[in-house]
């Protein structure tokens, strides 16, 4: 079983989301022996936000209509894709930045979201080729959003995740949430806890599992 994991905080040390992708990872492992991990760091080393050098891919040209940017750019694309479509499990730590994502991991969505790979239209509508994935996001937030209607409406960062997965085809998708973190060092350590109960919650069989043991 090959586990992409994923983080996209940029605030190193002092991050819950690492924390909890770290966790979530080492109890996959556990659970699943044999799982080969590849690991990116987003705050560290991020795509470039699209712009005519890095949508070459969408554009549509023969690769010797393309300049050495667009190649370079489409090569970083097309690594990122193939990593992730390869992947059985994606671990992504996903805290929340001023209601939404990190823009980093979003300029990653914006490299692996791609017609005919990714998704595809039809004459019914939208239909995900990424399908049978497991992807499991450690949430963090600073305020309490979930249990609260009044404000879960501000919530663009889950309900995004929950979209775009899905469009990808990927129904699968597990939080590990930690949130209230910056309502007092009591809160904290009370999200933190729930996080934890939720990660031993999602170590549980993966979407594919029957496929991942015949290619074993
Ligand atoms: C740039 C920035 C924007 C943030 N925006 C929000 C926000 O809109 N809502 C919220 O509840 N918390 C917000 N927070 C708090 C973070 O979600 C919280 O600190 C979380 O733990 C960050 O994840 P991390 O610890 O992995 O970095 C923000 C934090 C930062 C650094």
Known sequence: ??????????????????????????????????TVVEY??????????LDMDSLGFRLGLDADALTPAQKRENALTEQLLGQFLAADVV??????????????LKAWIDRVAQAGRTFTYTEKGPVGL???KTVIVASTRGG???????LAFLDHQESYLKTVFGFFGITDVRFVRAEGVAMGEEA?????????????AHAAEAANEGQAALRA
């Open 1 to 34: 079983m090959k586990l992409l994991h994923i983080d996209s905080s940029a605030m190193g040390a002092q991050s819950v989301s690492r924390e909890l992708t770290r966790r979530t990872v080492a109890q996959w492992q556990d659970s699943h022996p044999g």
């Open 40 to 49: 990116l760091d987003l705050a560290a080393d991020a795509p470039s936000h």
């Open 91 to 104: 671990v992504v730590g996903a805290p929340m930045y001023n209601f939404s994502i990190p823009s980093q």
């Open 130 to 132: 990424a399908g049978g």
């Open 144 to 150: 309490a959003y979930s249990a609260n209607p009044a």
């Open 188 to 200: 904290k350590r009370k999200a933190i806890a729930e996080a934890d109960a939720d990660i031993q």
